[in-house]
């Protein structure tokens, strides 16, 4: 239960080691924005450091070229190609209503937004010899995400999760979908409850799906005795496992 975040974090390009100072040094859980970036510096990481690439900005050119798509607005209207937007009923339309229609139309526009190109999520599970469990995440967010937006990487229980008494747990694909279900919380209390790790992963992401038909994202699983696997839903999910017997990582290959 030791838990350390940061989000909305510029000019620092370590943010996992970021988070881990926020635990170690701090009694709070999540530090956000340039107070979090001030903190980071201040802990002695390197920065402030541009962090843009040729092919970030490479990447940014050609979407302002394509009238910023695509994007993750919805139900709003441009004043011009690239925004500043505004809600439609604030120019004369009528109050939304949240129909299932609306609903069905917004869940699909998602599957474009999130897929094995274009974003970044690391997270990783890790056990010493006494049994005890740390877990990870690391994301630069989802490309062409709103100013401001905050995914699931550093919301525990979501993007990862571990309990030394039962295992582990560590997600990606659509994390503003994610947050909402907590899948990494649900895998290691369903191991808990006796569940075996696939059955763990499968029923989380089915939980998701049932809701969220085009979802994509993925999670693995592993429990305190070293049992590991993986659920997957929108894609082709691989994890990798590393043990002290093993001579080389090894790549498990899940599909929906």
């Known amino acids: 239960m ?3 975040a940061v989000a909305a974090m510029r000019y620092i390009k370590d943010g996992i080691k970021a988070a881990r100072l926020v ?3 701090t009694e709070h859980t999540l530090l956000v924005g ?3 970036s001030a903190f980071a510096i201040s ?3 390197p920065g402030p450091t ?4 040729s092919e970030s ?5 050609k ?5 910023c798509q695509p994007n993750f607005w919805k139900d709003v209207v441009p ?4 925004g500043p937007y505004h809600a439609k009923h604030f120019l004369g339309s009528s109050h939304g209503t949240c129909s299932k229609t609306t609903l069905m139309e917004n869940i699909k526009s998602r599957s474009s937004h999130v897929g094995r190109h274009n974003h970044d999520t690391i997270s990783m599970a890790v056990f010493d010899k006494m049994g005890n469990i740390a877990v990870g995440t690391s994301t630069n967010g989802a490309t062409f995400k709103i100013p401001g937006r905050v995914g699931d990487g550093p919301i525990a229980g979501s993007s990862a999760y571990a309990d030394d008494e039962v295992g582990a747990c560590g997600a990606t694909g659509d994390g503003d979908i994610m947050m909402r279900f907590l899948p990494c919380y649900q895998v290691v209390e369903s191991m808990r409850l006796g569940m075996e790790p696939n059955l763990a992963a499968k029923d989380a992401i089915s939980r998701i799906a049932r809701k969220f038909p085009d979802f994509v994202g993925a999670v693995f699983a592993i429990n305190k005795k070293g049992v590991h696997a993986g659920a997957c839903h929108g894609w082709t999910f691989q994890y990798s496992v590393r043990s002290p017997e093993m001579d080389d990582v090894k790549v498990y290959t899940v599909v929906p």
């Open 50 to 53: 541009n962090l843009s690439s």
């Open 34 to 36: 340039e107070q979090a």
């Open 23 to 25: 635990m170690q040094y």
């Open 57 to 61: 900005m490479e990447k940014w050119i």
């Open 43 to 45: 802990m002695g990481l």
């Open 79 to 82: 004043v011009d190609s690239c």
């Open 63 to 67: 979407w302002k070229e394509n009238h």
């Open 2 to 4: 030791e838990v350390g």
